[in-house]
């Protein structure tokens, strides 16, 4: 079963379903403490740093009770320990982790201001209950810890990031690792988390009850494509046909072709401006192609049902040609029951000023800007809540989403989201390749291979190039790549999820 992830309010929830059937919440934390204390001497003993001493920044709630045991354990584990602390609330919980950690034999400041160097600072400053702006005060706390030299590790959340979203709300810790108690927040894992998260483990203490829903699952990172039969041929692996490639912009539809091709589609057919016809021969004669000015209706039908899988939109255009060719090709593609369909780049321009209702085997893959146009709302209104953004996607159009960025989502009949991939692949033509790759993989096994899984493999092709460096990555690199993961399995992961 793939991990699980939770809106912030359902764990919340959840706690309170545990306590109130006689479990100790004091109890609850001092476990989490513990837990989090052997795997904070994991990480230690892993990293080239020599960790010895030890500044703990708790803040005035129950998440600096967590600070407060684990300071305690690592007292006793021989660790020269410091606290740095707001003044607390009132909460009886807080105040049982104080007595608990025997603060009087540690060496306890009011306020965060460290005048010595520490080899390790740990943020128990706020938990997953933060949802507002931090103040100038706490904003300034915030800075002081990301300047300071040393590991850096948050517990539960890195404070100043939203659980649910990923947003900063203002400022917020960069961790090294986040050691995050009971279950997956989203927000640790799209948007701006991944930023600021760094690597992730959870430490998962109390039963799963019944009640606790399920917000979204981690897509997997290995999977197994079917073997390949002795006895088939080019028929049997799909026809993809690639729609695409005004007169100005034909490098988009070549590498949706080639990508298609590298996914193992058996064969693939380009539709573009014929100026781009040499081109797309001389870098893959395997590649058919035709001329979008001199097709007839009739001619655009009959290549229609030829074909298992279409890609639409790549480098299209956004003038009066392109709306043309959008109104001509657009209905008879949405209506075409046995075809998988991928709408990308300026397709999505269009669907956003004609919009209609889309078939169910519809894939749709904006990044947050055409996200944006298609919702008529702002960019950073869908960055601000990413989740939000692409189930009011699918309720306004159907089909099946992809929303592109730092911790893609993905929205099936449930939403997934991608721990895979890297800041390398944030340059032109990697959602080209993506619309490539899914009808080429979707041509051949259909329903047996799920959009998140192709997304997957995706973001995987771009950490296999990623080993190398991420500068300089550059989209045409990706059809070795994406090669190599269709026929591994994606099992080339080194994701910050462990």
């Known amino acids: 079963m793939q991990q699980q992830v939770y809106h912030s309010r359902d764990i919340q929830a959840w706690e309170q379903r545990w306590f109130s059937a006689q479990n100790s919440a004091y109890g609850l934390m001092q476990q989490v403490a513990w837990c989090m204390t052997q795997q904070l001497e994991r990480i230690f003993s892993s990293s080239r740093l020599n960790i ?13 009770g967590d600070g407060y045991c684990i300071a305690g354990f690592l007292k006793q584990r021989g660790y020269v320990v410091e606290i740095f602390a707001a003044q607390v609330g009132e909460s009886p919980v807080l105040n049982c982790a104080i007595e608990s950690a025997r603060l009087h034999e540690l060496l306890m400041h009011s306020g965060f ?13 706020f938990g997953i209950g933060l949802n507002r702006a931090l103040d100038t005060q706490w904003q300034q706390v915030i800075h002081h ?16 990031l939203h659980a649910d979203t990923g947003q900063v709300l203002t400022c917020a810790i960069r961790a090294d690792w986040t050691l995050t108690a009971l279950g997956l927040k989203a927000g640790l894992l799209t948007g701006q988390g991944r930023e600021y998260a760094g690597q992730l483990r959870v430490i998962s203490l109390i039963p799963v009850d019944a009640e606790l829903k399920v917000l979204a699952r981690v897509s997997p990172v290995q999977m197994d494509l079917p073997v390949r039969q002795a006895t088939g041929h080019k028929g049997n692996y799909g026809h993809v046909l690639i729609v695409g490639g005004h007169a100005s912009m034909g490098g988009a539809a070549i590498l949706a072709a080639e990508s298609a091709f590298s996914a193992g589609a058996g064969k693939v057919t380009v539709v573009c401006h014929e100026k781009h016809h040499a081109a797309i021969l001389a870098r893959a004669p ?11 209706t ?23 040609w392109s709306e043309q060719q959008f109104l001509k090709w657009f209905p008879a593609l949405n209506a075409a029951q046995h075809v998988q369909l991928v709408l990308d780049a300026d397709a999505l321009w269009w669907l956003a000023l004609h919009p209609v209702r889309l078939k169910q085997q519809t894939y749709v893959t904006p990044h947050p800007g055409e996200a944006a146009k298609l919702l008529h709302i702002s960019v950073s209104e869908v960055e601000s809540d990413r989740i939000s953004a692409i189930h009011q996607l699918q309720q306004s159009y159907a089909g099946q989403w992809v929303l592109k960025g730092a911790g893609s989502l993905t929205l099936e009949d449930e ?4 721990t895979a991939g890297n800041a390398g692949m944030a340059t032109a033509g990697m959602g080209d390749v993506l619309a490539g790759m899914l009808a080429g993989l979707k041509a051949q096994f259909q329903d047996q291979i799920h959009l998140h899984e192709i997304v997957s493999l995706h973001a995987l092709a771009g950490d296999v190039l ?6 300089g990555l550059q989209a045409q ?22």
């Open 477 to 498: 690199q990706m059809i070795e790549a994406v090669y190599r993961v269709v026929n591994q399995g994606g099992d080339v992961h080194q994701g910050h999820l462990s």
């Open 286 to 296: 395997n590649i058919m192609i035709r001329d979008m000015n001199t097709m007839t």
């Open 113 to 125: 201001q460290p005048q010595q160097q520490f080899d390790c600072h740990i943020d128990a400053l």
């Open 466 to 471: 990623a080993r190398q460096g991420m500068r």
């Open 298 to 320: 009739a001619d655009m039908q009959d290549l229609i049902r030829q074909a298992n899988a279409v890609s639409f939109g790549m480098g299209l255009g956004r003038d009066s």
């Open 415 to 418: 939403l997934w989201i991608c």
């Open 145 to 160: 810890f990301n300047n300071q030299s040393g590991l850096k590790i948050a517990i539960d959340l890195p404070s100043g």
């Open 52 to 64: 010895q001493k030890i500044a703990l920044w708790c803040g005035p709630g129950n998440n600096a």
